[in-house]
């Protein structure tokens, strides 16, 4: 009896894929299509694919139908609760060592899970995560949404992975199967959570670090408006994380906020000194150039480049009225 137990559990883990890749799903079949048609392109090929249908009314089960037969594919559907309980049902259903998520959004380039399997044997972590970029197949605008995303001028690199104390963001994001156990996953419904997750893994003790090669393509949203509601919600979710975590709020995340009052300082300065407003407009004038000349060395396109100043100046404000809000209704 005891020989049938052990023989069936070394059956099981010998059928068990290495990583579970885990990705919630609300209303876009179409971004899942690009994802999981990324995934059928992955030269390691040991992992599964679990996609969670968080209450949709736009099902995505076709594509799951019609990827089925290309991928270890599973398909669950369940009433809508948010992102983070999303994810954490996917890791009790996941079968492999190492859990990813990734946000339907995504694409994900060839070598994603070479370049994590040779990370983690160098460098042995129990959470990773990876950089975001634009891709040539993404519009304009979501190529400059992608950028700015990740430039030191707005965010000060601390999603594109130059930053010391990198976080893991849920769009790009694995752990153990042993830290999800010790964490108990995602916390938070929605607005952070993937924050407020990476903080407690280090203040486990565990190790968290950044896989450069690790990155994925990230499409943003489809219009400028869509794309200022999403970054509104990341400012609220910063002071969120700040009330669970104390300590967690920096001098970076209260820029966008700074920004904003900046720009509502520029009339009246204008009214009361003229010098002293085209001093302030000059200032903004050259922050966003200096956005726009970023952005053309390293995107090599004079289109990116000058739709990189609309999408800046909509994730600065967006965050910024997020964070404001947010922080205006804990203080009540």
């Known amino acids: 009896m005891f020989a049938h137990v052990v023989l069936s559990l070394l059956l099981?883990?010998?059928?068990?894929?290495?990583?579970?890749?885990?990705?919630?799903?609300?209303?876009?079949?179409q971004e899942l299509d690009d994802l999981l048609l990324s995934l059928t392109k992955q030269a390691f090929r040991d992992f599964e694919v679990l996609i969670i249908e968080d209450g949709s009314s736009v099902s995505s089960q076709p594509?799951?139908?019609?990827?089925?037969?290309?991928?270890?594919?599973?398909?669950?559907?369940?009433?809508?609760?948010?992102?983070?309980?999303?994810?954490?049902?996917?890791?009790?259903?996941?079968?492999?060592?190492?859990?990813?998520?990734?946000?339907?959004?995504?694409?994900?380039?060839?070598?994603?899970l070479e370049a994590v399997e040779k990370s983690l044997k160098e460098n042995p972590l129990d959470a990773w995560g990876g950089p975001d970029r634009g891709h040539s197949n993404f519009t304009v605008l979501q190529q400059a949404m992608a950028f700015t995303m990740a430039s030191m001028l707005t965010t000060?690199?601390?999603?594109?992975?130059?930053?010391?104390?990198?976080?893991?963001?849920?769009?790009n994001m694995g752990i153990s199967r042993e830290a999800f156990q010790k964490t108990g996953g995602f916390h938070f419904d929605r607005f952070a959570e993937d924050i407020e997750l990476s903080?407690?893994?280090?203040?486990?003790?565990?190790?968290?670090?950044?896989?450069?090669?690790?990155?994925?393509y990230h499409q943003r949203r489809a219009?400028?408006?869509?794309?200022?509601?999403?970054?509104?919600?990341?400012?609220?979710?910063?002071?969120?994380?700040?009330?669970?975590h104390?300590?967690?709020?920096?001098?970076?995340?209260?820029?966008?906020?700074?920004?904003?009052?900046?720009?509502?300082?520029?009339?009246?300065?204008?009214?009361?000194?003229?010098?002293?407003?085209?001093?302030?407009l000059s200032a903004y004038l050259i922050y966003f150039i200096a956005i726009a000349v970023e952005a053309l060395v390293q995107t090599k396109s004079i289109s990116v480049?000058?739709?990189?100043?609309?999408?800046?100046?909509?994730?600065?404000?967006?965050?910024?009225?997020?964070?404001?809000?947010?922080?205006?209704?804990?203080?009540?």
């Open 63 to 112: 594509i799951y139908e019609k990827y089925s037969s290309q991928l270890n594919l599973n398909y669950f559907f369940k009433p809508n609760s948010g992102p983070g309980p999303s994810r954490n049902f996917g890791f009790e259903k996941a079968l492999g060592q190492y859990f990813i998520v990734f946000d339907s959004d995504c694409q994900i380039p060839e070598h994603y």
């Open 246 to 280: 104390r300590g967690e709020i920096k001098i970076t995340h209260c820029f966008p906020s700074v920004f904003l009052l900046g720009l509502f300082l520029i009339m009246p300065l204008m009214i009361i000194s003229t010098y002293w407003g085209l001093a302030l």
């Open 199 to 216: 903080i407690r893994m280090k203040n486990l003790g565990l190790r968290v670090g950044l896989i450069p090669d690790a990155y994925v």
């Open 156 to 171: 000060g690199g601390i999603r594109g992975g130059r930053s010391k104390n990198f976080q893991p963001r849920s769009f």
């Open 12 to 29: 099981q883990s010998m059928s068990s894929p290495k990583y579970s890749i885990i990705v919630p799903v609300y209303n876009r079949p």
């Open 223 to 244: 219009t400028l408006k869509d794309f200022y509601k999403q970054v509104s919600n990341f400012g609220k979710g910063r002071v969120l994380v700040g009330k669970a």
């Open 305 to 332: 480049a000058m739709l990189c100043i609309p999408a800046a100046f909509v994730q600065l404000t967006g965050y910024g009225w997020g964070f404001v809000k947010q922080f205006a209704l804990i203080t009540k």
